[in-house]
């Protein structure tokens, strides 16, 4: 255990790195999730098949495999990046599948009478699905996305193995295969990073999910 306190600035470098990760990729999928849900609920039916589409490529489809095909996909297209870019933009595409499905069912909640209350005084549908029905929707979705995001900071690990370098899990790597220490330690040290993400994480969750409770 003694790796801990003789490489804790690596250890620290590597949180903050993990840390960075899933913030950027929690608010894009957040983003890009509730776009996508619009998507899925739309009169459109084009945009119904994209958000449909997407969910089931990404929900079916390992996270390994999603940030491989980003990785050496997007440079065939001509978009070149960092491993880095690469693992933030698979994460991203990776959850916001899910975190779209979380805030579909949170949608299909409201009763269809708000909706209908929206077209009679002349909205339309975007502007009735953004002021209306989504406010309502997203309260009661907080436990579920709260899931994801949860999820989410443990499948970071991968953007890590994959090769984004200076995480938590790389550097883990990086100390037991480049300087020798015992794999345990080490890996203590990565799941005690790991578990001050999640445990905070899911603490603050409960307690927003307390206050959306006692706001509805």
Not at 127 to 139: D, E, G, K, N
Request: aromatic share 8%; proline share 5%.
């Amino acid at each position: 255990m003694g790796v801990i306190v003789e490489q804790f600035p690596l250890y620290v470098q590597g949180f903050l790195q993990t840390l960075l990760i899933c913030l950027i990729s929690a608010i894009g999928a957040l983003v890009v999730g509730t776009v996508l849900a619009g998507f899925r609920v739309s009169p459109v039916p084009p945009l119904r098949m994209v958000g449909a589409a997407w969910v089931t490529v990404f929900r079916n489809t390992p996270l390994a495999v999603v940030l491989f095909a980003v990785a050496f996909g997007l440079p065939e297209l001509g978009i070149n990046g960092s491993y880095f870019y690469f693992g933030v933009i698979g994460l991203t595409c990776y959850t916001a599948a899910f975190v779209c499905e979380a805030v579909r069912s949170g949608i299909n909640s409201v009763s269809a009478g708000q909706a209908e209350a929206a077209r009679a005084i002349g909205l339309t549908f975007s502007q009735s699905l953004s002021l209306i029905v989504l406010p309502q929707a997203l309260r009661t979705v907080v436990p579920p996305l709260g899931s994801v995001i949860i999820a989410m900071i443990k499948n970071s690990a991968i953007v890590g193995a994959f090769g984004v370098g200076g995480d938590l899990f790389a550097n883990g790597v990086q100390l037991t295969s480049a300087q020798g220490y015992a794999a345990a330690g080490v890996l203590a040290g990565v799941l005690l990073g790991y578990l001050l993400l999640t445990i905070p994480g899911g603490i603050l969750l409960g307690v927003l999910e307390r206050k959306v409770a006692v706001a509805r």
